[in-house]
Each structure stands twice: as structure tokens, then as C-alpha cells.
């Protein structure tokens, strides 16, 4: 595949500068969450990154990058789950036994790679595409989180708190990809009503929280040999990957996505022909074109009248979280700084 110098580089500079706009003063900890707005409004200062897919190599660097990097925060469920009642109810979903697995999203699995052979213009083309959370500006994940368990920082990253995740696996729903993935055995539903509600505890990209608290970049970006992401201030990476795609005669994907994400592809090659040609399914995203969900009337009206209660229940739960607290440090006990 035809290499190419990027036109700019939103640099680790740019990086810096939008991490000290936002600074560690919006890595919002989880205590304070449910006194907080959960989704603030779009901001074009918010962190975006840009994959430029003409770059990768499919090397898989990245991949291994954020599960080691990520690996303190997997879960460690207890066995057996409880069975659920009533047993229509969403059944037990259980990846501690093939963490090993990469070619999908699962809880142990934040970031995966999908190939798709295409011709395009006369041209074949292999494109190597690193697929996790788009960080969606207006989440449906967190809007609608009926405990507050998922949350959209100002910087523009999402996040989902496993202290408070009951694992009912709403966010997945409504997110348009389907991104969050489950695992059960573990989180606060144990301590609760373990047979009646809830299946354990949603997973997903947080953007490397952690290393963006110290200026450090994630650690997908840091590893790859070939500079595919660059991230940002959103207004920066937006100008880029235009720029990016004038110069390529490219295509751009993420821009409108969901009314707007912080994750923005730019490929030689239309996400038509990608979509089509990608492996799709349960924890392996699509490519289409997606409308803005929080646009819906309904989806509002629900976001708007669960709220309330979520921020109540988050309140309940946070409680509970110090009332219940037990001897499992897969939750409790893990360098997960969300807690302070
Ligand atoms: S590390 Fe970079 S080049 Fe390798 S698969 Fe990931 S994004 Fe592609
Ligand atoms: S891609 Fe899905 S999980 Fe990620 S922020 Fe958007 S709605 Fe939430
Ligand atoms: S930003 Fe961090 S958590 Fe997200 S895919 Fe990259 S390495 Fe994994």
C-alpha cells in the first residue's frame, strides 16, 4: 500500500496543549459523577483522534498495547455466576476463559483490528482497520445508563465506572456499534439482588484515562510503528482528517457519525465498500453510515426522564458501593484511580 507523509501532524505538542486545556481538572473522579453533568455539550475542544487508514500495517501492535496497558482493569469474576430469575433474563456472558481472544471486542478485548479486501477505481486495496469506542460527543451510552454508570468527560472521553455498572447491558443497546461488552461475576449486582437484577459489568475503551491523567498519550497510539492515530483538539483533527482526505481523494467516517464522534477515519476507499467487506457481528462493528440516536424523540424523552434517576441511583450505589463493600479486589481493589 501506497505510503504517504501526513500533510500535518497533529503532534504530541497539540496533544499536550488540548490535555492542558481539559487538564487533569476534567478527569472528573467517580465520586463526584453523579453530582455532575454526565454528558457535557459537544465542544470542538475536545480530544478527537484521527486514524489515518492508508498508514496501517495490521501489525496488531496496538492491540497488544492496550491490553497490556489496560490489564489492571479486566475483570476477575467469581464462579459461579447466580442464576438469574426470572430466565428469560439476559444469560451470564463469560470471557475470563478466553482472554486470549482478539478478534472481536470482548471485556478483556478493548480494541480490535478488522481487514477488508476491496477494489476500488481498478485498484486492490488490503485496509488494516483498528476498530474500539468512538467516544461519541452525544453518547447514548451515558445518556441513557439508567445507574450513571457511563459518563462522557469534558475532554471528550466516555468512560463506564465498574463501581457502579450493574451490567444490564442498556449502553450496548443504544450504542450504534454495539461497543461495551460483558462480563458477569462480577461488580455491585452480586452484592445486591445477584439473581434479580443485573449480569455483572460492561467493558470498553477509556481512552487510556490513566496515561492522559500523567500527558501521556494512549497507549495504542504510542506503540504503532506507522503514526496511523494522531489525537488532538477535536477542531484540529477535524481540519486534518479534511485536509487528509482532499489529498488522498479520500473518504472520511466519524465526522457526522452519531451526530458527531471523537474517533475520525479517513480511508482511500469509500466505508461503503469497507462495511461491506469487513467481518461484521456481536462484538465486531459495522461500518455504515449512522444517524444522530440522541436526535431521536424517543431516545430524548428517555434520556431526559431516566436522569434523574440515574443520579439517584448513582447516589444509592455509591453508597451502597461503601456499605457493601467486600473482599472482592477484581472491583474494589484494583489501581483503578476512579475511585478517588
Ligand atoms: S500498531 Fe499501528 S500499524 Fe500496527 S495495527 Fe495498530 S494502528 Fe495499524
Ligand atoms: S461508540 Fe458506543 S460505547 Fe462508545 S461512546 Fe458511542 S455510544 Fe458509547
Ligand atoms: S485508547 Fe487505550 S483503552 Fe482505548 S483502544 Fe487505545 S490503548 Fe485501548
Same mark, same amino acid.
Given at each position: 500500500m501506497k505510503k504517504r507523509k501526513p500533510e500535518t501532524t497533529v503532534s504530541r505538542r497539540g496533544f499536550l496543549k488540548a490535555f492542558s486545556m481539559g487538564g487533569a481538572g476534567m478527569l472528573i473522579p467517580s465520586a463526584a459523577i453523579a453530582a455532575q453533568e454526565r454528558v457535557p455539550a459537544p465542544s470542538d475542544g475536545e480530544l478527537a483522534t484521527l486514524h489515518d487508514l492508508s498508514k496501517c500495517i495490521g501489525c496488531g501492535e496496538c492491540v497488544s498495547a492496550c491490553r497490556e496497558s489496560n490489564a489492571v482493569k479486566y475483570p476477575e469474576p467469581k464462579k459461579p455466576f447466580p442464576e438469574m430469575l426470572p430466565s428469560r433474563r439476559a444469560k451470564p456472558e463469560d470471557w475470563s476463559e478466553k482472554r486470549d481472544v482478539e478478534d472481536r471486542l470482548t471485556p478483556y478485548n478493548w480494541l480490535m483490528l478488522q481487514t477488508a479486501e476491496v477494489t476500488y477505481r481498478g485498484e486492490d486495496h488490503e485496509i488494516f482497520i483498528p476498530r474500539r469506542c468512538m467516544h461519541c460527543q452525544n453518547p447514548p451510552c451515558a445518556n441513557t445508563c439508567p445507574f450513571g454508570a457511563a459518563s462522557k468527560q469534558k475532554n471528550g472521553i466516555t468512560r463506564f465506572y465498574d463501581t457502579f455498572c450493574m451490567g444490564g447491558g442498556k449502553c450496548r443497546t443504544v450504542c450504534p456499534w454495539h461497543i461495551p461488552q460483558r462480563q458477569s461475576g462480577v461488580g455491585l449486582y452480586l452484592n445486591l439482588m445477584p439473581r434479580l437484577a443485573g449480569n455483572g459489568v460492561m467493558y470498553k475503551c477509556d481512552r487510556c484515562y490513566q496515561?492522559? /491523567?500523567?500527558?501521556?498519550?494512549?497507549?495504542?497510539?504510542?506503540?504503532?510503528?506507522? /503514526?496511523?492515530?494522531?489525537?488532538?483538539p477535536r477542531y484540529e483533527i477535524v481540519a486534518q482528517a479534511k485536509s487528509l482526505a482532499r489529498e488522498m481523494n479520500g473518504f472520511i467516517y466519524g465526522l457526522e457519525e452519531n451526530g458527531g464522534t471523537n474517533t475520525i477515519y479517513v480511508s482511500p476507499v469509500p466505508f461503503e465498500l469497507l462495511n461491506k467487506a469487513v467481518d461484521k457481528g456481536k462484538g465486531k462493528p459495522h461500518f455504515k453510515r449512522v444517524g444522530d440516536a440522541m436526535a431521536d424523540e424517543g431516545n430524548l424523552a428517555a434520556a431526559a426522564l431516566v436522569a434523574p434517576i440515574a443520579g439517584i441511583a448513582a447516589g444509592f450505589l455509591g453508597l451502597g458501593a461503601k456499605l457493601f463493600k467486600t473482599d472482592d479486589k477484581s472491583q474494589s481493589g484494583k489501581e483503578d484511580s476512579h475511585e478517588s
Open positions: 496515561r492522559l /491523567d500523567k500527558g501521556e498519550l494512549p497507549a495504542c497510539i504510542s506503540i504503532c510503528p506507522e /503514526d496511523v492515530q494522531t489525537i488532538g
